[in-house]
DNA sequence: GCTTGTGAAACGTTTCACAGCA
DNA sequence: TGCTGTGAAACGTTTCACAAGC
């Protein structure tokens, strides 16, 4: 098993504060949450931020998001705060969304379809550049009004992820599909997987898989609307 | 503030073992979870399961779901393990989910169209009973192909919501547009929001709200295999 | 043999509190 | 004064380990 481990002559930077891998998972989280944040300060023309300010917008505390920034370095002002738009790089350079990921559909129900016309990717750095399906009613037709970008049969997914270098494959099929599909898209060089459907899926050791169950988000706002009602759960 | 407090003369339960609101929100969602795969090892033909079997699938220790169902009571045999369809029903119980939930969905985009003729919500107890929009475009026209459920104008989700006893709002509006319709679907006596804006959401206190960022999934999915390929973040 | 349920230990995350700086 | 960055304390969650039961 190979382990990644940074490299040690890191080219123009004195100090990197701390591998990437040690970083908690919810901190990285929060980044994303911080990022979406700043944008929205930065569109109404806010220049700097403090991290009391930022913490506020989202419900964290001010010591939580000066915790987590600086697992990253340190690039707040005392006295003054963050600056709003070099924050924004350094999250963006931190998350890797300095650049575009391309990123491929698999399943071209509603809910794929709709992911892949969806126009807010692009902004934040990701660019789905296909999506396929097994079906052949579906496989020619042409989505989007303006793109028109065709459905491609699931034979074509190895060529397309190798021509364009793709490194993200969205799961949008059956349940039943979607262990074959993700099996498919690893053996094609795909690097994580960003799942919709209700399913565990089994991939080798340390591979990105991110989870979006719809039906467990909807599950878990029940039974907190049931928890603050008081609605104890009896012995059945 | 009204602090929810549980009755004292649960019916037929001797032992309410613990308050909903003392459970650890990441054992609630795993609850999802274990339900999800119950009902996938029910379609096998599984009659009993143990607890390292169902923490396997799903990538967790023994222990740990051991410990989440203690929560909730103890409906396991020593030597055996839990009986499936009994252990499915009791989790549907805790979660609410053994009774049918109505939602609404706001924003007739690709999105929430989507999400609006997914089959799936009604097996796990949701039913997506309209969808609403503030484009006279899409105001009146009908979508699915057997159900043609009407677009509806947002000045009728106050009736909608009172009249069929909606309890939880989908939002799939742009994000600038999200907090308005949040106010919205609260007055209208909505207890819980599913956010699909790339916003945060101010809402009173104690309000259930789950925030389904498709950006963010797809940022931290960027940065893990960055990670997982040793890029250290370099002093910018 | 196998399994559950659970107190106690181990671990990780969040919050506190304050030195240092603008 | 206001703010950041950070060690230390507080808190919550997960894992361990084992008694009790099938």
Redesign the pocket.
């Known amino acids: 098993m190979a382990t990644a481990e940074p490299p040690s002559d890191s080219p123009e930077a004195a100090r990197a504060?701390c591998p990437l891998n040690a970083v908690?998972?919810?901190?990285v989280r929060?980044l994303s949450l911080y990022l979406q944040q700043l944008e929205g300060f930065l569109k109404q023309g806010r220049q700097t931020?403090?991290?009391?300010?930022?913490g506020e917008s989202l419900g964290?505390?001010?010591?939580?998001?000066?915790?987590?920034?600086?697992y990253f370095?340190?690039?707040?002002?005392?006295?003054?705060?963050?600056q709003v738009e070099a924050l924004i790089e350094r999250i963006r350079s931190i998350l890797g969304t300095d650049r575009t990921w391309s990123a491929v559909v698999v399943g071209a129900g509603h809910l794929g379809q709709a992911l892949f016309r969806y126009r807010g990717f692009v902004a934040k750095g990701f660019e789905l550049v296909a999506i396929f399906d097994t079906d052949p009613a579906k496989i020619g037709s042409r989505l989007g009004d303006p793109p028109a970008l065709e459905v491609l049969s699931l034979d074509r997914l190895g060529d397309v992820v190798r021509e364009r270098g793709v490194e993200i494959g969205i799961v949008t099929v059956p349940a039943e599909h979607a262990q074959e599909v993700t099996d498919l898209l690893l053996e094609s060089g795909v690097r994580g997987i960003l799942n919709f459907a209700p399913a565990s899926l089994v991939v080798p050791d340390g591979v990105p898989v991110t989870s979006v169950a719809l039906a467990v988000h909807l599950e878990q706002l029940a039974f907190r609307i049931r928890a603050r009602r008081g609605e104890v759960e009896p012995g059945g």
Do not use: C, E, M, W
């Open positions: 504060p908690p998972a919810p901190a929060r931020i403090s991290s009391r300010q930022l964290y505390t001010d010591a939580q998001v000066r915790k987590d920034l600086a370095g340190q690039f707040g002002h005392p006295g003054i705060g963050y």
